[in-house]
């Protein structure tokens, strides 16, 4: 950060620009994170003060609109200097912690026993090994009956069934109007190019960390390694096309 502010409307104008960028790859991105907040809300039923950690929350689409949706504490977990900026500028009573989850300590800045953990479109990102470890990690923070949830494109692996998968997709996103929208690369370049965010972050935490390519892991692939790390029973309990939302029992 240079040390000026960032402006509350102008963070809610460029995550609404990043909510907007998302659904060209995810256009029932809304409807996956009402599932996810279906799921969290019925574990989290007789909980007075849920505390949730959102993974890869980027600038907290999924943190706000879940705290609004369970309340307690939903803490939103990012290795991104500036998406986390956004986050934490547009959602101030929000929380925000910086954690790169294939580094060690970000446990600790989430405390206690979890309810829930939730994640969208990030754990793709992290390899194989990297992954067990931070399922290893969620496994023992979550109480009994706490969840892991991630919503995300989850590879399928037979052929045939995989081309459909994606043909579906990309059939729902023509439907949904979505495929002209802003592109990812198109998002970072308009937002190195904003004075207003220029002035706030410097130009390595704008470098944007990843193009997005993922770790090609199925959802069978997620289960074995989760179950591995102690979770007891995994599905999925939402999916359109290669559009999953995974839950994972503790
Ligand atoms: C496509 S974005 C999704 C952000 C948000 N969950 C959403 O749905 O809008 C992927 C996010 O994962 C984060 N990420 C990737 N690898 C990470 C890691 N090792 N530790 C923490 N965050 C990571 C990225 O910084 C990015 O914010």
């Not at 689409?61 to 200097?81: E, I, K, M």
């Not at 023509?174 to 592109?183: F, I, K, T, Y």
Request: aromatic fraction near 6%.
């Amino acid at each position: 950060m240079t040390g000026s502010t960032l402006d509350h409307d102008v963070a809610l104008e460029w995550v609404r620009r990043w909510d907007a960028q998302q659904e060209r790859y995810i256009a029932d991105r809304e409807e996956r994170f009402r599932v996810i907040g279906d799921v969290v809300a019925h574990v989290c039923r007789d909980v007075t003060a849920p505390l949730v950690a959102d993974l890869g929350c980027g600038p907290g689409s999924l943190t706000t609109r879940l705290r609004g949706r369970v309340g307690g504490r939903v803490v939103g977990l990012d290795a991104d200097p500036f998406l986390l900026g956004l986050a934490k500028a547009a959602d101030p009573e929000g929380e925000y912690e910086h954690a790169d989850l294939t580094g060690s300590g970000w446990l600790d800045l989430v405390g206690g026993s979890w309810d829930a953990a939730v994640s969208t479109t990030a754990l793709h990102w992290i390899a194989p090994e990297r992954l067990a470890e931070v399922y290893r990690a969620v496994a023992s923070r979550l109480r009994p009956g706490g969840v892991l949830v991630n919503g995300d494109h989850l590879r399928e692996e037979q052929p045939a069934l995989r081309t459909l998968a994606e043909h579906v997709r990309d059939e729902r996103a023509r439907r949904a109007g979505v495929v002209g929208n802003e592109d990812w690369r198109a998002w970072w370049e308009a937002a190195r190019a904003d004075e207003r965010l220029t002035t706030v972050f410097t130009e390595e935490e704008m470098a944007a960390k990843g193009s997005g390519h993922g770790n090609g892991l199925s959802a069978r692939q997620h289960g074995e390694l989760l179950r591995a790390a102690g979770f007891s029973e995994v599905g999925t309990v939402w999916q359109h096309g290669d559009d999953h939302v995974l839950v994972a029992v503790r």
